[in-house]
C-alpha cells in the first residue's frame, strides 16, 4: 500500500504487518484497529514496550477487533486505508514535525490511532478496558 507520508524502518514494517493481519482477517480496508494489531507485534518499538508492560494483547486486540468488523468473506486484493485512518497518519506526520523529525515512528503511529475517540482504535483499547489517554502518555513520556 502506498501512503503519502515517509515512516521510520521500523515503522513500514508494522504497517506492513497490520496490512497482512487486515487482510488475514478479510477486511476491506485498513484501519487504526489494524495498526494497533501491527504495533503490538513492533517488538523492537517503544509503542510495543508500552503496549506489553500495560497487558494489552494481540489476542485479545484482534477478537475485539473482530467483533467490531466481521470480516467480508472474500478474497481482497486491493486493501485501502480507512478515512480515519488517513486523518490519523496526517496526526502522526505533525507529532513527528513537532519533534523535528521527518519519518513517523511506531511511537507516533500509537499515539496518533489513540488520539480519537472516533477512531476504532481507541474504541477497541477502551472496551477492552484500558485507557487510551494512559498509553499516550506512556508512549510520549521519556
Same mark, same amino acid.
Given at each position: 500500500?502506498?501512503?503519502?507520508?515517509?515512516?521510520?524502518?521500523?515503522?513500514?514494517?508494522?504497517?506492513?504487518?497490520?496490512?497482512?493481519?487486515? /487482510? =488475514?482477517?478479510? $477486511?476491506? $480496508?485498513?484501519?487504526? &484497529? $489494524?495498526?494497533? *494489531?501491527? *504495533?503490538?507485534?513492533?517488538?523492537?518499538?517503544?509503542?510495543?514496550? /508500552?503496549?506489553?508492560?500495560?497487558?494489552?494483547? #494481540?489476542?485479545?486486540?484482534?477478537?475485539?477487533?473482530?467483533?467490531? $468488523?466481521?470480516?467480508?468473506? =472474500?478474497? %481482497?486484493?486491493?486493501?485501502?486505508?480507512?478515512?480515519?485512518?488517513?486523518? &490519523?497518519?496526517?496526526?502522526?506526520?505533525? *507529532?513527528?514535525?513537532?519533534?523535528? %523529525?521527518? =519519518?513517523?515512528?511506531?511511537?507516533?503511529?500509537?499515539?496518533?490511532? *489513540? #488520539?480519537?475517540?472516533?477512531?476504532?482504535?481507541?474504541?477497541?483499547?477502551?472496551?477492552?478496558?484500558? =485507557?487510551?489517554?494512559?498509553?499516550?502518555?506512556?508512549? /510520549?513520556?521519556?
Amino acid at each position: 500500500m502506498e501512503y503519502k507520508h515517509s515512516f521510520s524502518h521500523s515503522a513500514k514494517m508494522c504497517l506492513e504487518d497490520s496490512e497482512k493481519l487486515a /487482510v =488475514q482477517m478479510g $477486511h476491506s $480496508h485498513l484501519d487504526t &484497529a $489494524h495498526v494497533l *494489531l501491527g *504495533l503490538i507485534g513492533c517488538f523492537a518499538s517503544k509503542a510495543f514496550i /508500552v503496549l506489553d508492560s500495560l497487558g494489552v494483547s #494481540s489476542y485479545e486486540v484482534g477478537k475485539e477487533l473482530k467483533s467490531l $468488523h466481521p470480516p467480508i468473506g =472474500q478474497f %481482497i486484493n486491493n486493501l485501502e486505508p480507512s478515512d480515519e485512518l488517513k486523518t &490519523a497518519m496526517d496526526k502522526a506526520s505533525r *507529532l513527528a514535525a513537532e519533534r523535528g %523529525i521527518e =519519518q513517523i515512528t511506531p511511537e507516533d503511529l500509537l499515539v496518533a490511532i *489513540l #488520539s480519537s475517540e472516533t477512531f476504532t482504535a481507541y474504541k477497541v483499547i477502551s472496551n477492552l478496558e484500558f =485507557q487510551p489517554e494512559t498509553i499516550i502518555s506512556e508512549t /510520549v513520556s521519556n
